[in-house]
């Protein structure tokens, strides 16, 4: 593969993508690239995509398993300062795709503007979280998107607002593009009652989740009217192991990393959690994670 001189100057390989999940598990990307902004990243894609090399957009890494193989394409993560802007305008929140959900949620809070709290402790990138529409207590952050800017897979930076934009449960129809930016809606509320609203968030998600150890969030997504959790803590599935991957004690839909765990393990373990729910309660889990082979 030739890059351009400029590209190959910026473009690491052989890294780690343990380093950048929250599983702490992956093999090695060939390219990386932390693009300083929207021209760097279209000249990446469009290289790429010439060279018929595959590209990959790093979020939080979160919500991710990655072959301990590796991925043998372009990873490119939108984490430099251009990419964690944010802007307000009215009770409006531009912010950029590459800022955390926890440092949006402060900034905004900083304005005295609220309604997005129910994000707090969701380990993810506006992006990560726009594209696979993230939330928590019945709440989704698509609930509260005007407009999103993207990317096209030919390099044109395009906006799109409400009536383009479909979402669903984990899902919306966008992911053909690499999403830059959001602007998001809010509401003035006093400060105080932000800051409490966020701490009572946080401690929920504390009791109820694990937070030690390495995991992914979720794996499987909710069947519909049920949780995976409750369903696969029926199957008495919590604290069984596929060497260091383990299902949460906590919650059940988590499998955590004990230290050395494979990708290889958490699927297999991913496996036989589905046979078991399938064979006691017929429903077949869908994984909520993304996989990366
Ligand atoms: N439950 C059990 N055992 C468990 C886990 C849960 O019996 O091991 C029961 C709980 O007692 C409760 C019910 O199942 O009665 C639902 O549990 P919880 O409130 O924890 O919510 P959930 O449906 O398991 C969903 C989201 C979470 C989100 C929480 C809180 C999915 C797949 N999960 O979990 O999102 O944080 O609600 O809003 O949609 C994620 O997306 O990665 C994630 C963790």
């Known amino acids: 593969m030739t890059w351009s001189q400029n590209l190959r ?12 999940t929250t599983f702490r598990i992956g093999g090695k990307a060939r390219f990386f690239i932390e693009p300083k902004n929207v021209k760097e990243l279209t000249a990446v894609i469009k290289e ?10 790093l979020g939080n890494g979160s919500n991710l398993l990655v072959s301990d193989k590796g991925i043998n394409g372009v990873v490119i ?46 380990p993810a990138t506006v992006g990560g979280a726009v594209m696979m529409n993230a939330g928590a207590r019945g709440d989704s952050i698509s609930g509260l998107i005007k407009e999103v800017k993207v990317l096209d897979k030919n390099g044109k930076v395009g906006t799109l607002g409400k009536g383009k934009l479909k979402f669903g449960y984990r899902k919306s129809n966008l992911s053909q593009y690499i999403l830059l ?31 030690g150890k390495p995991n992914a969030g979720c794996v499987f997504k909710n069947p519909a009217g049920d949780s995976a ?41 991913a496996s036989f959690v589905k ?18 082979q």
């Not at 959790?229 to 949460?248: E, H, P």
Request: aromatic share 8%.
């Open 9 to 20: 100057k910026r473009l690491k390989s052989g890294v780690f993508l343990s380093r950048y």
């Open 48 to 57: 790429a995509r010439k060279a018929k090399v595959p590209y990959y957009i």
């Open 77 to 122: 993560k939108l984490s430099s300062p251009y990419f964690k802007k944010a802007s307000f305008k009215k009770n409006i929140i531009d912010a950029g795709a590459g800022l955390n959900l926890g440092q949006m949620i402060e900034k905004a809070r900083n304005k005295g503007l609220g309604g997005c709290e129910f994000l707090s402790g969701i």
């Open 181 to 211: 930016s959001a602007k998001i809606k809010l509401e003035k509320r006093p400060k105080g009652e932000i800051g409490q609203r966020i701490s009572d968030y946080l401690s929920v998600r504390r009791q109820t989740q694990d937070t």
């Open 229 to 269: 959790g409750r369903l696969i803590d029926l199957c008495g599935l919590k604290g069984k192991r596929v060497r260091d991957a383990q299902v949460s004690f906590r919650h059940a839909n988590f499998i955590v990393n004990r230290g050395r765990a494979k990708a290889e393990d958490v699927l297999k373990l």
């Open 275 to 292: 046979q078991r729910v399938k064979e006691r309660f017929g429903v077949a889990l869908e994984e909520e994670i993304k996989i990366w």
